[in-house]
């Protein structure tokens, strides 16, 4: 993917088809915030909003949000069997949820939004937005070159502290639920400004962030401070899981590429590969067992901790870009086919 030649169209096509070890000084700024320039249009109420292209899905009790195309967002609140489309506020192509309580939802997507429900979808309030406008002929500044892109992952430790990565090295942090947010991207070693795919953390004090062109990056005391770490590969990332132990990792993305560590990604070792399709997303199953989900309806179990996969392929080869585990232990899978309910096929 060249850098500077993305364009909002392969950001779609890369979810649709899917999709120095020491720290650095940092000028702390507060992220320049544009919301206000964000076009407010709701979207629209679908009767099939379930079965349309929906690229996140996060899961707290039996609540489960997922987000997508044209601004939807829909929620359940009994593991994913019934759903209800939340009237949300915009028309943007929603890339990212959070859900660190049964109430409090966050959102992320395109035009470097960001909004969040308090109330379980039925209300929302704008956070943040770098929506793209056209320069003036006068104007003297550099254009920014976030402008317009996505925000791409999102986690929260609970309803007022959280983190947002996206592109051209985007890394947001907030302390107060996301009414202000400090621009943290100086803190990572990300001179060339790579895009960050997605956040992953088992207790919010080790955290990863995986990225283009093979990136990976770990933060030991909760996002203070970061290392970037040796890639064992220069092919994107799109995703990371962190365990199931305390110093293990995963990360996997394009081709099929999957990779382990041991040893909080000092080294990684290659999980042997099964697949070429595009991995997009992840989630521990418990005991012994994990799941990977990717482009062309593909889905690789594992029994061993991600040593080795087991390859099952949907028959209509949708892509499946999301994935979570409901409290009763079933899968909701999302992406071009909408919202799947599974059963994970465990031992």
Given at each position: ?347
């Amino acid at each position: 993917m060249s850098k500077k030649g993305m364009k909002h169209s392969r950001w779609l096509v890369a979810f649709c088809a899917a999709a120095l070890l020491a720290p650095i000084p940092w000028q702390e700024a507060s992220a320049g915030n544009r919301v206000d320039r964000l076009t407010k249009r709701p979207a629209m109420m679908s009767r099939k909003v379930t079965q349309s292209l929906l690229l996140d899905v996060a899961v707290n009790g039996k609540t489960v949000v997922a987000v997508g195309e044209r601004g939807h967002v829909v929620v359940s609140r009994d593991n994913g069997n019934r759903w209800v489309q939340s009237q949300s506020p915009v028309t943007i192509m929603l890339t990212a949820v959070a859900a660190p309580t049964e109430d409090d939802f966050f959102v992320a997507g395109h035009e470097g939004l960001i909004m969040h429900s308090g109330d379980g979808g039925r209300n929302w309030t704008l956070l943040y937005g770098n929506p793209y406008e056209e320069p003036s002929d006068e104007s003297m500044e550099e254009p920014d070159q976030r402008a317009g892109q996505p925000i791409l992952d999102l986690w929260f430790k609970d309803a007022r502290t959280g983190f947002a990565v996206g592109a051209y090295g985007t890394l947001l942090h907030t302390e107060d639920g996301g009414n202000t947010w400090d621009d943290w991207s100086t803190r990572m070693p990300n001179e060339d400004q790579w895009h960050l795919n997605h956040i992953a953390t088992k207790d919010g004090k080790l955290i990863y962030i995986a990225g283009e062109k093979g990136v990976l990056f770990r933060s030991d005391d909760g996002g203070e401070s970061w290392v970037s770490l040796t890639s064992p590969y220069d092919g994107s990332f799109f995703g990371a899981l962190a365990g199931p132990g305390p110093d293990e990792a995963m990360v996997y993305g394009l081709q099929g590429n999957v990779y382990r560590t041991m040893d909080r990604g000092e080294t990684w070792e290659q999980v042997p590969p099964v697949t070429d399709a595009t991995m997009m997303a992840g989630t521990f199953l418990g005991g012994s067992n994990l799941v990977l989900v990717g482009n062309s309806g593909t889905i690789l179990y594992s029994r061993d901790n991600g040593a080795t996969f087991d390859k099952q392929v949907m028959g209509d080869r949708q892509s499946i870009v999301g994935i979570a585990r409901n409290s009763e232990g079933k899968l909701i899978m999302v992406g071009q086919g909408g919202v799947r309910l599974a059963s994970p096929a465990l031992k």
